[in-house]
């Protein structure tokens, strides 16, 4: 069993940057951002492999998030820079214990472990 744990979310101006945190609990390979901004389904962010060696990004955060991961500190961390008030949602983490194959993994029913959320607020 796997226990994910975000960090770092918070009120920010537009412009401006953080740094979320996802701890694990347990062994990860590939773990994903996703984001639910109100009233809108949750997307898929970014993802890193095990090694973080392979990132893919969604292509509205392309330039402006970066996600690496500490296996040292089983943590991955998302750096959202250049904040817009269109980023705000809560954001999630999710991992899976096994590595993936063949497409990159962007869909929310590949990951088996979630953690419970960080409110992410863009003010204008």
């Known amino acids: 069993q796997v226990q994910l744990v975000e960090s770092g979310g918070g009120l920010v101006q537009a412009g401006g940057s953080l740094r979320l945190a996802c701890a694990a609990s347990?062994?990860?390979?590939?773990v994903a951002w996703f984001r639910q901004a109100p009233g809108k389904e949750r997307a898929f962010a970014a993802f890193?492999?095990?090694?973080?060696?392979?990132?893919h990004y969604a292509d509205s955060v392309k330039g402006r998030f970066t996600i690496s991961r500490d296996n040292a500190k089983n943590t991955v961390y998302l750096q959202i820079n250049s904040l817009k008030p269109e980023d705000t949602a809560v954001y999630y983490c999710?991992?899976?214990?096994?590595?993936?194959?063949?497409?990159?993994?962007?869909?929310?029913?590949?990951?088996?472990?979630w953690g419970q959320g960080t409110q992410v607020t863009v003010s204008s």
């Open positions: 999710a991992a899976r214990n096994v590595p993936f194959s063949g497409s990159y993994p962007v869909g929310q029913a590949w990951y088996a472990y």
């Open positions: 890193v492999s095990k090694s973080g060696a392979i990132t």
């Open positions: 347990g062994r990860t390979f590939t």
